[in-house]
Nanobody
């Protein structure tokens, strides 16, 4: 069973930056697609962005230009670099992975992913 371990500081001032990390225990991480989601209090989990197996990236519109996803296959880790954070970005952030082939489309749905981290609570203070 693949486990995803998330790390990152959880409190930041509005306008600030924060980087979250997600490290996989799986042996085939380089063949996985990875995604980031967030869930604000009282709301459903929503898509933030995804990085495909070959490294292409797709973002939800509200985070484009402010968030950056990257991966280091040697470390089996995917990163979410967040900048210009807004108070509405306060949420629990989750990473997720799934096996993928090179020609797969971007995976943006909660049900698309097989493995999930436990979440990191991010609070954007005003």
């Amino acid at each position: 069973q693949v486990q995803l371990r998330q790390s990152g500081v959880g409190v930041v001032q509005a306008g600030g930056s924060l980087r979250l990390s997600c490290t996989s225990s799986g042996r085939t991480f380089s063949r996985d697609a990875a995604g980031w989601f967030r869930q604000a209090p009282g709301k459903e989990r929503e898509f933030v962005g995804t990085i495909s197996r070959p490294g292409s990236i797709y973002y939800e519109d509200s985070v484009k230009g402010r968030f950056t996803i990257s991966r280091d296959n040697a470390k089996k880790t995917v990163y979410l670099q967040m900048s210009s954070l807004k108070p509405e970005g306060t949420a629990v952030y989750y990473c997720a992975t799934r096996d993928a082939v090179l020609t797969d489309p971007y995976y943006t749905g909660v049900d698309d992913y097989h493995y999930w981290g436990k979440g990191t609570k991010v609070t954007v203070a005003t």
